[in-house]
């Protein structure tokens, strides 16, 4: 089936496009075409009222939402639901993300996420496993009893994922550069996160395939003037990829400015470290047994520490651009392109372009979500 995406300002090459018709076939993007091509007249015709079409949005890092929380129950289901609740703020690919649990729910989440890519689950590109090999001093909401440190006998577990995608959050001095060697040969994409490790445990660690920097500044030794530590290493390093949480509230807006003058834009991406808050009415949920609380948009457990985010992709959208300064294509592809690079699926996500998937978002002019699409079907 054809669908003719007409009357939207399109973001494809290097800005938006008004006055083209974008053609889906089936689940990929045809071609962005004249409004009087030939091969419009047959298709189903979608109007966009003049309103902005994205590409869908990729969260690399969400916990849970709409009530649901992924360590709770780690199943086809909760992914599918957490898919639904962040779906409806432009999100249409994503990797339910387990924070530090014990190696049974290791396993069994990663068997749920291949289920769940068996099932077609919409959006669904993998998994991200965020601990439990942490710096205990810099935790954070993490179960400090799931703690432990990564050796070579992991590495078999960790890389069950047959499809789709999995990113290992782990503290580089809890392991060694050898075992990071590893998980990389066995195709895991190592970002590192919860730690302490020093500027050159980090540099070690990106020489032996170190990808990315999971939530850049929280839960990280802080850059001192003689100790650049692993933020230093992050800003430093070329070539990773940082996720970003643009909430207001983990970073102050001046720092991640900051950090975008150290690197091409391109290595930095929108992540929203969700809660089950997001896509529910719930102020509070239980997180490993802890009560988390939702006060103005802030996750916070009852000693005042952040436990995630409320916050959606779309939001961190509009906060990219109203706290970082940045333009809406500019802010989009960080949630898009740049993520879909990191993930190593920049060749068909993460674009408009002919033979990419047909995922993308629409956004009227307040940058709110009216629509999206995953694979080609529309919600
Ligand atoms: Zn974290």
């Not at 692993?230 to 991640?256: E, F, K, N, R, S």
């Not at 102020?283 to 005042?304: A, H, K, Y």
Request: charged share 20%.
């Amino acid at each position: 089936m054809r669908t003719a995406l007409v009357n939207g300002r399109i973001m494809a090459g290097s800005g938006l496009l008004s006055g083209q018709t974008l053609l889906l076939s089936g689940a990929r993007i045809e071609a962005l075409v004249d409004p009087k091509d030939e091969r419009c007249a047959g298709a189903v015709t979608v109007d966009l009222e003049g309103q902005l079409l994205l590409p869908g949005f990729i969260d690399v890092q969400v916990n849970g939402g709409g009530g649901v929380l992924f360590n709770d129950d780690p199943s086809p289901d909760s992914i599918r639901a957490i898919g639904a609740a962040h779906r409806r703020f432009g999100t249409t690919g994503f990797l339910p993300t387990l924070i530090s649990d014990d190696l049974d729910t290791i396993g069994r989440a990663i068997a749920a996420v291949q289920s769940a890519l068996g099932a077609e689950v919409p959006g669904v590109l993998g998994i991200h496993i965020e601990g439990p090999f942490l710096n205990w001093a810099r935790r954070g909401v993490h179960d400090s009893k799931h703690l432990r440190p990564l050796d070579t006998s992991l590495v078999a577990l960790l890389s069950g994922l047959k499809a789709g995608r999995t990113v290992l959050t782990l503290a580089p001095e809890m392991t060694t550069p050898e075992v990071i060697a590893q998980l990389t040969a066995a195709g895991i994409l190592v970002s590192a996160g919860h730690s302490e490790a020093s500027f050159a445990e980090t540099t070690a660690a990106i020489a032996q395939g170190l990808r990315g920097f999971t939530h850049l500044f929280n839960a990280m030794a802080r850059l001192e003037p003689r100790d650049p530590g692993i933020v230093g290493a992050a800003l430093y390093d070329q070539d990773t990829w940082c996720g970003i949480i643009v909430d207001g509230h983990h970073v102050d807006p001046v720092m991640l400015k900051l950090a975008l003058r150290c690197k091409r834009h391109s290595r930095f991406m929108l992540v929203t470290d969700a809660m089950p808050a997001v896509g529910s009415p719930e102020p509070t949920f239980v997180l490993q047994g802890r009560t988390i609380r939702v006060v103005d948009g802030i996750c916070r457990d009852e000693n005042g520490t952040l436990a995630g985010t409320a916050l959606d992709m779309a939001g961190a959208v509009r906060n990219a651009v109203s706290l970082l300064g940045l333009d809406i294509v500019e802010a989009a592809r960080m949630a898009s392109e740049y993520p879909a690079e990191f993930l190593g699926l920049g060749h068909e996500l993460g674009r408009i372009a002919p033979g990419y998937r047909a995922n993308l978002v629409l956004m009227d002019h307040e940058f709110n979500v009216q629509k999206t699409w995953i694979e080609g079907l529309a919600d």
